[in-house]
């Protein structure tokens, strides 16, 4: 069936072939935001979380105005890890493989691989470039790539790009670059740090926040008390009880993902580890077992797997809730993606409480629950002891409210007043209890 949502943008006969075979029914928030600016040539700042439908909000208008003719690099995409490089890169490939005639050409370029074999390939110069930032910049400063003629550059997750310090080599690839491009930035959230850049390189951007939903309405959050459990010990008995297809188990610290990972293997588990302590070939070899589903349990930190697209993941498990809210609604995006459901369940100590509220405050609403006997019971609301000393204080001030000062100030008149004050409140308390 035609995808008719998608033919409002006035697309090339050959980029409404490749939505089709996409399979793709209705442009996503994003790309009904991103697609008609970029056909323009605008500058964008996007915020939005994963799994949106972003990496195709830009893919589909810059492939659309690639000029086949002109063997110039026209667009360029950067990426902060070589994971998402290769993920962009896949689905950009696969929209060629799309045409069936291959009108565009795309070069994957990032760290870890042969550096004179991509300045061979690079005899021709392609019409989109996909990378990482320091190899992009190394092959621009050897004279391999040309970016006079380029008409856009998007940096995907900004935010993670100033985390690895690699803005300073998108700077340096900017100033060598044509001045008249337009500017594309992505970002789950936009740090503070990130202005001077953007007042640099965008001139008049549009600037929109996808934030419509925290999370989707699909995904349940439970919250499980760890009182003095072990985390290893509490994840084991939850897992017996979800079974997942893959879930993620988020720690905060390499640390702390290194302990857990080995507490968990150690107790018979197929765990696989992502963390930025990883050196390039482990990482790639844990990418390669995931994919092959060799794993049903995989440990990370917040920056891997900020990175990577894990297909699959039924169940997120928060091992340590993080500090911010930004970081939880990160995690919780890995799973119930593409309109699946899926379950975030987060272990809490007392001072994740402030954290549980802010999100509360957001609009997320989360569930208590605790395994008994190796099943699911729902317990008292996590904020069920504050609520209780909330309205014990209430009904305290108005005892308090109901008993009067004597005018003449006697001997022991403060204790007769608090017990006064004790009358009023058991009396409040019965009339409550009543109704």
Avoid: C
């Amino acid at each position: 069936m035609e995808n008719h949502e998608f033919k409002q943008y006035a697309l090339s006969p050959v980029m409404n072939q490749v939505i089709d075979k996409l399979g793709f029914k209705a442009p996503t928030p994003i790309q009904q935001k991103v697609i008609p600016l970029a056909l323009r040539g605008e500058s964008i700042i996007g915020q939005s979380h994963t799994g949106s439908g972003k990496t195709h909000a830009y893919l589909i208008p810059i492939l659309n105005k690639i000029k086949e003719e002109q063997q110039s690099v026209q667009y360029v995409v950067t990426a902060p890890t070589r994971e998402l490089a290769m993920q962009i890169y896949d689905e950009a490939k696969k929209m060629v493989e799309f045409t069936g005639e291959a009108p565009w050409s795309i070069k994957l370029l990032i760290g870890g691989t042969d550096k004179k074999k991509s300045i061979d390939k690079l005899k021709e110069q392609p019409h989109l470039v996909i990378g990482t930032p320091g190899r992009i910049l190394d092959l621009l400063e050897e004279g391999a790539l040309d970016f006079s003629s380029i008409q856009s550059f998007i940096v995907d997750e900004a935010d993670l790009m100033l985390d690895l310090g690699l803005i300073q080599e998108i700077d340096k690839t900017l100033v060598r670059s044509n001045s008249r491009a337009s500017v594309m930035v992505f970002s789950a959230t936009i740090p503070e740090r990130l202005q001077p850049f953007l007042k640099k390189y965008l001139e008049n951007p549009h600037y929109f926040k996808m934030d419509d939903r925290l999370s989707p309405e699909t995904m349940e959050h439970r919250l499980v008390p760890l009182r003095h459990r072990s985390i290893a010990d509490t994840i084991i008995r939850i897992s017996e009880t979800i079974r997942p297809y893959l879930a993620i188990i988020f720690t905060n610290g390499k640390e702390r993902a290194d302990l857990l990972s080995e507490e968990l293997i150690g107790k018979g588990f197929e765990v696989g580890l992502m963390h930025g302590g990883l050196t390039p070939r482990e990482r790639k070899r844990v990418l390669k077992d995931i994919q092959a589903l060799r794993y049903q349990y995989i440990v990370a930190t917040d920056l891997a797997a900020r990175g990577i697209d894990i297909k699959g993941v039924s169940h997120v498990i928060n091992a340590d809730l993080p500090s911010e809210e930004e970081f939880y609604i990160h995690r919780v995006g890995r799973t119930a993606r593409a309109g699946m459901e899926g379950t975030a369940i987060s272990l809490f100590k007392d001072e994740d409480l402030t954290l549980i509220e802010r999100l509360e405050k957001k609009g997320l609403t989360f569930t208590s629950y605790d395994i008994k006997d190796g099943e699911w019971v729902e317990t008292k609301a996590w904020n069920e002891r504050k609520k209780r000393q909330k309205a014990e204080s209430e009904v305290e001030k108005e005892a308090w409210s109901h008993v009067r000062k004597p005018k003449k100030v006697k001997p022991g008149y403060k204790k007769k007043m608090k017990k006064h004050q004790e009358k009023v409140k058991r009396k409040i308390n019965r009339n409550k209890f009543k109704k």
